[in-house]
């Protein structure tokens, strides 16, 4: 039933533009991790609400959410990290072309390396995380020192396809890695500053509010 809703939720999403079906496209062919349909929608809506002034991305990829974000956020600054070289230069010529050149300042590097450089745009009013998933605690941990007062926390891909709550995982790569996002879930959960909810849309996202 779940997966029925989900579908039905999909073909009610308005259709994006030109430039979104084209990367959503680019994506599915070269089997880029962006985020899913009802996800990233359910993530625009919460920024809609907020109104961030200042935005961090960890895992920007070809730079689909980044651009999703500035695009229903027009005044918000948004700073995004990538480490993949090919992928870095696909989301530079994304936001050249969508004319967001301004608005989206892309960091080549690993986030876990560039935290210097990240902290010049500090504070944010949200950050949000989707890249390497067993690095979650780390990138959260890191990051979150330069949240604003009242900033919340994004994290994408807490359910991982529903293998969270699967025993049988015979793959080893992917059940250490499901270990990994149900230890950070635990973790997350249980954070004496943060409340969290996980919300069972696209690929599973976790919202947290500094208490």
């Given amino acids: 039933m779940h997966g029925e809703i989900e579908q039905y939720i999909e073909q009610m999403i ?17 089997q880029v991790p962006i985020m899913e349909p009802t996800g990233i929608e359910a993530l625009l809506q919460i920024l809609r609400i907020q109104k961030p002034a200042s935005i961090l991305e960890v895992g920007a990829a070809i730079g689909y959410s980044a651009l999703r974000m500035a695009d229903a956020l027009p ?20 936001f050249e072309q969508a004319g967001k050149q301004d608005q989206i300042y892309l960091i ?3 986030a876990l390396e560039v935290e210097a450089e990240v902290k010049r745009f500090a504070p944010f009013d949200a950050i949000f995380i989707d890249a390497a998933k067993g690095q979650y605690r780390r990138f959260f941990e890191m990051y979150s020192s330069y949240l604003s ?5 994004i994290t ?6 529903g293998l969270v709550c699967d025993p049988h995982i015979e ?13 950070f879930n635990e973790w997350l959960m249980g954070h004496s ?19």
């Fill in 156 to 161: 994408d891909n807490v359910l991982f396809k």
């Fill in 171 to 183: 793959n080893r790569r992917i059940r250490s890695l499901v270990r990994k996002i149900h230890e």
């Fill in 75 to 94: 005044n918000a600054t948004i700073v995004t990290i990538e480490r993949d070289e090919e992928r870095y230069s696909q989301a530079e010529s994304f």
């Fill in 108 to 110: 080549k590097g690993d």
């Fill in 149 to 153: 007062k009242d900033g919340i926390m």
């Fill in 193 to 211: 500053q943060y409340d969290t909810v996980i919300i069972p849309v696209g690929d599973g996202v976790a919202i947290s509010k500094k208490r």
């Fill in 14 to 30: 308005p259709k994006r533009t030109e430039l979104f079906q084209q990367m959503e496209k680019l994506a599915l062919q070269q």
